[in-house]
């Protein structure tokens, strides 16, 4: 059974929750990616993404250079382990509609992401079913209401 070690992105950049969210832009821009682990140097405490960068800080014309990724970022409960079966963690990521899990050892260090991406272009069966319960409508993000 093909793990999801097998697909992962390793070398994963990552931001502390200390940063400023234009510290955390300027390396998503630098690695042409869409989010970051956040990561206090003990454990893995969420994930700030650009949609979290605009919905949180552009849309209410917070400075960047000011405002804190951990004030920002979503709290990241949800990771999987290098030694997961591909198909559990495309269950899982379908379920919880998100597109980037960030994988952990087994002492819970951050070893890469997996993205619904890298699934798709490097294990692509049963891909379309996770795609389709990610994409489907959620509800509005109760931090903006």
């Known amino acids: 059974m093909p793990k999801i070690s097998d697909v992962i992105t390793r070398n994963v950049v990552v931001v502390r929750p200390d940063e400023s969210v234009q ?4 390396l998503m821009a630098k690695l042409n990616v869409g989010s970051l682990p956040v990561y206090d140097g003990r454990a893995l405490v969420g994930m700030v993404t ?9 849309a209410f014309d917070k400075r960047a250079s000011e405002t804190l990724v951990g004030d920002v970022m979503t709290v990241q409960t949800l990771s999987c382990a290098e030694d997961d079966a591909i198909a559990d ?5 379908g379920d919880a509609q998100v597109r980037r899990l ?6 819970g260090e951050i ?10 272009t490097r ?21 903006l209401a």
């Open 89 to 93: 963690v495309l269950q899982q990521m």
């Open 50 to 58: 650009d949609r979290d960068i605009t919905v949180r800080v552009t």
């Open 111 to 120: 070893v890469g992401i997996v993205s619904l991406g890298d699934l798709a």
């Open 102 to 107: 960030p994988v952990l050892d087994r002492a």
């Open 23 to 26: 510290r955390a832009a300027e």
């Open 123 to 143: 294990q692509s069966a049963h891909t379309d079913g996770a795609l389709r319960e990610i994409s489907q409508p959620s509800d509005a993000d109760p931090a």
